[in-house]
């Protein structure tokens, strides 16, 4: 194992080349790695649900019930958790997040009934709440501004990988063997992780040295009653919830109103998933290249205009929901990349643990609070079809502009640490 080295804060490492080095580069794959696994064992819960709810002999309200603790308990621990993220050694931190979210997983595997099932989703989102937070942690720690939008891109496409991979996978042992073998191959999967993390990855501890609150409690309010910090977590919280609001219904309204077969659903799946493990990387290499913000800025107008042309749509071919779907992923990703890189810009170094784990809150929060608004937007007829889909396009453009003006005050800040004119 190679001799640890606490690595500089970016903003004490002097301008590097634009190429990765070797540790980098397996330090991008694990970290995204570890994303897919966690992004994994969020989304398989949906396409699991015609086999859990007759398995369990459970409700669709129940089974809505398992998805949603998920998310509101992962919100909850990234709040809990931000006052000590900046306390530890972040491989350490990951490390012991990693093997809880691993447990709980573990937990679901073996859940005999609905009750288990329910403990073992609430055990996992409390640990896989603060994940996220600290892979960009360690992210914006190891990487310069002008690299972290490729760095961003390429853990990106575990989202992708997720769909591509993940989810047929997960649905082939789920229909050959049982669901508890999806958990469980997942657990496999950690397990993978947890050694690359445990015996290769560096310590990533710099920020230990800089001066930090003793008390965890006033280092987290310290965070969030930052000034300068509020319009970043405000642009965090909008993004989620536009984003969430059309992903819960999307199935459904594709399969009813635009008349897609319900079999063709995973072409559609697969098909965008594809299309996105490319876009990701060149979106965040097109990020460093041309600025941060010019990127979200042109994710922000195919967003809007894809938008407005999905939640208008009537019955169409297969190959037009495909390519309005791939099309509305070239956004959501022109979007996703450069923000993320750009909001890293923001905190100061003693406080990025924290900074990100409240962001992460926020996230899955304002997701879930998105998705709770659509449903009330949302109403179905007798034949399936869903009513009113389009004016939760409206409310998502409005939400995408809106965070473009504010994304705008944002670019200003980090442009104005950096003494440059846009990034």
């Known amino acids: 194992m190679t001799e640890p080295i606490a690595a500089a804060p970016t ?39 015609a086999i859990l709810m007759p398995a369990l002999d459970i409700t669709a309200g129940q089974f809505g019930v398992a998805v949603s603790v998920y998310a509101f308990s992962a919100g909850i621990s990234g709040i809990l958790a931000a006052g000590f993220a900046d306390r530890f050694d972040r491989k350490r931190l990951l490390l012991f997040f990693y093997l809880g979210f691993t447990l709980g997983t573990l937990l679901c595997a073996l859940a005999p009934n609905y009750h288990l099932l329910l ?10 709440g603060v994940i996220g937070s600290v892979v960009l942690a360690i992210i914006t720690d190891l990487f310069p501004l002008h690299q972290r939008g490729r760095v961003m891109g390429f853990v990106q496409t575990a989202f992708a990988a997720s769909q591509v991979l993940g989810i047929p996978a997960g649905l082939f042992l789920a229909n050959h063997w049982s669901w508890h073998v999806s958990f469980g191959a997942i657990v496999g999967l ?25 008390n965890a409690f006033r280092h987290l309010i310290a965070t969030i009653g930052q000034p300068r910090y509020t319009l970043a977590f405000a642009v965090t919280t909008l993004l989620s919830t536009g984003g969430f609001m059309l992903m819960p219904f999307g199935s459904a309204f594709t399969v009813h109103n635009l008349g897609i077969d319900i079999l063709h659903l ?5 098909v965008s998933g594809v299309f996105s493990i490319f876009i990701g990387p060149l979106v965040g290499r097109a990020s460093d290249t041309f600025g941060k913000f010019p990127t979200f800025m ?28 791939v099309l509305m992923f070239v956004g959501i990703f022109s979007r996703m990349i450069p923000s993320q890189a750009l909001i890293s810009a923001i905190p100061d170094a003693s406080q990025r643990g924290s900074f990100s784990a409240v962001s ?25 079809t869903l009513r009113h889909f389009d004016w939760l396009g409206y409310v998502v453009v409005a939400t995408s502009i809106l965070s473009l003006i504010m994304m705008y005050f944002v670019q200003k800040s980090v442009a104005g640490q950096a003494a440059k004119h846009m990034v």
């Open 266 to 270: 995973p072409t559609i799946y697969l």
């Open 360 to 384: 992460a809150s926020l996230q899955q929060l304002s997701g879930g609070l998105g998705s709770v608004f659509a449903a009330a937007i949302i109403a179905q007829n007798p034949d399936g």
């Open 298 to 325: 042109f994710g922000s107008a195919v967003s809007v205009v894809m938008v407005l042309i999905y939640t208008h749509l009537g019955h169409v071919s297969l190959t037009t929901a495909i390519i309005v779907n």
């Open 119 to 128: 403990l073992g989703r609430i055990v996992t989102g409390l640990f896989a």
């Open 190 to 214: 950690s397990i993978v992780a947890i050694a690359a993390i445990l015996l290769v990855m560096q310590p990533v501890n710099a920020h230990l040295r800089l001066k930090q609150d003793r």
């Open 11 to 49: 903003e004490q490492q002097p301008e590097q080349e634009r190429g990765f080095s070797r540790y980098q580069s397996f330090l991008i794959a694990l970290l995204a790695f570890a994303q897919f696994t966690i992004i994994l064992d969020f989304i398989i819960m949906s396409p699991l649900g």
